[in-house]
C-alpha cells in the first residue's frame, strides 16, 4: 500500500493542474488559490441581484511564460472563483467582502482538443469534473469578441495589460480605451 502511494503521488503532483479524465472531462483544478492572483471584480458580468464576486487566478508557469511573451502557452488554465458578497459584519460597517463559494469556472488553451483554441468549463456546488461548455453557454462568443489578449480579459487584469502593451500582444479588436 505505502509502495503505490509513493508510486502515484509524483503522477497526482504532475496532473494537479491541468488534467482530463478519459472521457475529455475537466478535473477541477484543486491547487488554484495557490495559482497567481490577477485581480478581483464585483458584479462584472453574473446577472442581477446581491453581485457576486469573481477572483482569477492562473496556473504559475501559463503566468510565467506571459511575462516573458505576452502571450499564453498552449495548456494555460486559468481559474474564476466566484464567491457571495456581504457586508456589515465583524467590524466592517460600509464596505463588501467575500463569503461563501458559488462556483468555479475554468478556461484552458488547447489547440489541439478544442476548434477555437479555447475549452470552458464550469463546476457548480462541489462537482469535480466538468464537460467542455458548447457554444450555448456563450463563453467563448463574449471571450472571443471583447477580450484584449487571445480569449483573456487582460484588460481587467493591471500588471498583465502593461505587459501586452510592451510586448504588442493586444487582440487588434480590443482598443485601449483612450484610443476609442
Ligand atoms: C458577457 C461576456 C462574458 C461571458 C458570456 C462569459 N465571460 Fe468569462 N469573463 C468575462 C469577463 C468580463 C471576465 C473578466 C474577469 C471578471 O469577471 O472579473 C471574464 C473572465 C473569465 C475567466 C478568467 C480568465 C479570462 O479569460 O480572463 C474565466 C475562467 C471565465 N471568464 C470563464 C467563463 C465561462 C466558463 C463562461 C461561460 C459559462 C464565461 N466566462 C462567460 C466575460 C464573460
Known amino acids: 500500500m505505502k509502495t503505490v502511494a509513493f508510486l502515484l503521488l509524483p503522477l497526482l503532483l504532475l496532473g494537479a493542474d491541468l488534467e482530463f479524465n478519459k472521457d475529455g472531462q475537466l478535473v477541477r483544478p484543486k491547487t488554484y488559490r495557490e495559482w497567481i492572483f490577477l485581480s478581483s471584480g464585483v ?88 464537460k467542455v461548455l458548447g457554444p450555448e453557454a456563450g463563453c467563448n462568443a463574449c471571450h472571443s469578441a471583447n477580450a484584449a489578449v487571445e480569449h483573456t480579459f487582460v484588460q481587467f487584469y493591471p500588471t498583465l495589460l502593461e505587459i501586452a502593451i510592451a510586448k504588442g500582444t493586444l487582440n487588434p479588436s480590443y482598443k485601449p480605451p483612450d484610443q476609442k
Open 43 to 130: 458584479g462584472m458580468n453574473y446577472g442581477t441581484g446581491p453581485l457576486p464576486f469573481g477572483n482569477v487566478f492562473v496556473e504559475p508557469s501559463a503566468y510565467r511564460k506571459f511575462v516573458e511573451t505576452g502571450k499564453w502557452p498552449d495548456k494555460s488554465i486559468f481559474a474564476l472563483e466566484i464567491r457571495q458578497p456581504a457586508t456589515e459584519g465583524s467590524i466592517n460597517k460600509g464596505g463588501q467582502y467575500q463569503t461563501n463559494l458559488l462556483a468555479v469556472e475554468a478556461a484552458v488553451k488547447d489547440t489541439a482538443r478544442f476548434k477555437d483554441g479555447w475549452g470552458y468549463f464550469a463546476f457548480n456546488g462541489n462537482a469535480t469534473t466538468a
